[in-house]
């Protein structure tokens, strides 16, 4: 059965804080995807992983970097976190057509 | 059945011209559509990307068109040059309920002729 967990459902930071959001997968998946849901702009993709110590940026990527150490892990950092990071962050895995993803972190930054 | 379809595997286009790369889907429910590129032996890499709340979307040289009433998208390349010769990837995903899931093409290879 597939399974994509993200460390924290909930989350609040203050502004400038640095922010570590991880997502681990059980599926040997070789390629993992970091988005960001907002109302009224769909789900935009930040960055994305096709292998260990391997990303590419998506959409949306400044402010963010992300860290591939195991084929299991894909974390998301917010350096210095802002008010205009508050959102839903979402983690996915493939392996060929499909994604799966993560139930999500709701991410609210002060 | 196919969800996302690009009905032409391959594509020669001469080098300056314009590459349109076309995409057809069949599910209404698709919210943001993607496009990878892939070289021969390497992952895919993404190119461009567009929400369904617009109608098109702009990156140097590649523009990505949607037109929802028709459920066609379609990725322009100006001017196209060798180094664009690889296999394109159509990409749509549905976001409802807490379930997502993104849905590839089959891909179109695109060769740019000197």
């Known amino acids: 059965d597939v399974k994509v967990t993200q460390s924290s459902r909930y989350l609040v930071k203050r502004t400038g804080e640095k922010v570590f959001l991880e997502c681990v997968q059980d599926?040997?998946?070789?390629?993992m995807f970091w988005y960001r849901q907002d109302p009224g702009l769909g789900l935009r993709l930040i960055y994305f992983s096709y292998d260990v110590k391997m990303k590419e940026k998506g959409d949306i990527p400044e402010g963010y970097s992300v860290s591939r150490e195991k084929k299991e892990r894909f974390s998301l950092i917010l350096e210095s976190a802002s008010t205009n990071q508050t959102s839903m962050y979402l983690c996915a895995s493939s392996l060929e057509d499909t994604q799966y993803f993560g139930p999500g972190t709701r991410l609210t930054v002060l | 059945d196919q969800q996302v379809k690009q009905n032409s595997p391959s594509l020669s286009v001469q080098e300056g011209r314009i590459s349109i790369l076309n995409c057809d889907y069949t599910n209404s429910m698709f919210d943001y559509f993607l496009w990878y590129k892939k070289y021969p032996a390497e992952g895919p890499t993404f190119l461009i990307s567009i929400s369904s709340i617009k109608d098109k979307n702009e990156d140097g040289r590649f523009t990505v068109f949607l037109n929802k009433s028709a459920k066609h998208l379609s990725l322009h390349i100006v001017p196209s040059q060798p180094g664009d010769s690889a296999v394109y990837f159509c990409?749509?995903?549905?976001?409802?309920?807490?379930?997502?899931?993104?849905?590839f093409g089959k891909g179109t290879k695109l060769s740019v002729i000197p």
């Open positions: 990409a749509a995903l549905t976001s409802g309920a807490g379930s997502y899931q993104l849905t």
């Open positions: 599926m040997d998946h070789e390629n």
